[in-house]
């Protein structure tokens, strides 16, 4: 994990050298008091490894979004260092090289997040509100402070509605492997009965109903043009 987080502070900060943690801690310091842009490089560095169709840059990108406008929406303000932190990097151990087999991908990415932000001129104080936000993102956990919170409902929002539909069937494999379009069908199917009850926030309360609807609908269209899904 050592040399990967090394590698990570090279690949965000452009150091050609590889650093002990000692120089780490040094370069981290200087990164931010010399006002180091920390998101353009968190940015840069999920721009790089968080391709998939489901769970990369584009579902980081909308979950931090919504989750100030349900927060906007609630009148609750939110550390957007915070949130920014936790909406990019949550995946990250859903995918190679940081996913561990038998290891939940948030528990993963808590491990290695402060890994992944030291060097970036992240306020490093902020640390332990990320890893939180990250903890629970997953609808079937419950998230503790606001940042989580709204983080926690945005991503539970984004397996529904129509975006939710595309997400899923962008896992189907072309050549008829797993997922195939009936577990693709199953998957959506336990979406709109697990995750709308799981939505904490008034706002996000508020929004479910669209986009229960809006895939309950297509579900309904779906098994209407398939022969009742046989022909999926």
Avoid: C
């Avoid at 002990?20 to 721009?47: E, I, M, P, T, Y």
């Avoid at 919170?149 to 539909?165: F, K, Q, R, S, T």
């Avoid at 706002?203 to 309950?216: I, T």
């Amino acid at each position: 994990m050592w040399n990967g987080a090394r590698f990570l502070v090279v690949t965000l900060l452009g150091v050609v050298a590889v650093m002990s943690g000692k120089a780490v801690d040094a370069a981290d310091a200087a990164a931010q008091s010399a006002g180091s842009d920390w998101r353009a490089n968190v940015l840069q560095f999920a721009q790089a490894h968080l391709k998939h169709p489901a769970w990369g840059l584009s579902h980081s990108m909308r979950d931090y979004e919504l989750a100030r406008t349900l927060a906007k929406q609630d009148h609750v303000r939110l550390d957007d260092d915070v949130l920014y932190a936790a909406a990019y990097l949550h995946d990250i151990a859903a995918l190679p090289p940081y996913e561990k087999p038998d290891v939940d991908h948030a528990d993963e990415a808590v491990r290695i997040v402060g890994d992944l932000l030291k060097g970036t001129g992240f306020p490093l104080a902020k640390l332990e509100a990320v890893r939180g936000a990250i903890r629970t993102h997953m609808f079937d956990r419950d998230p503790q402070g606001p940042e989580a919170l709204y983080l926690h409902d945005a991503d539970a929002l984004d397996w529904l509605g129509a975006i939710g539909v595309a997400r899923i069937f962008a896992l189907v494999d072309p050549k008829g492997g797993d997922p195939d379009n009936l577990h693709a069908l199953k998957m959506l199917q336990e979406n709109l009965a697990a995750v709308p009850p799981r939505i904490a926030s008034p706002a996000g309360q508020a929004m479910r109903g669209r986009r229960v609807e809006e895939l309950r609908k297509f579900l309904e269209e779906l098994r209407a043009e398939s022969s009742d899904y046989r022909s999926l």
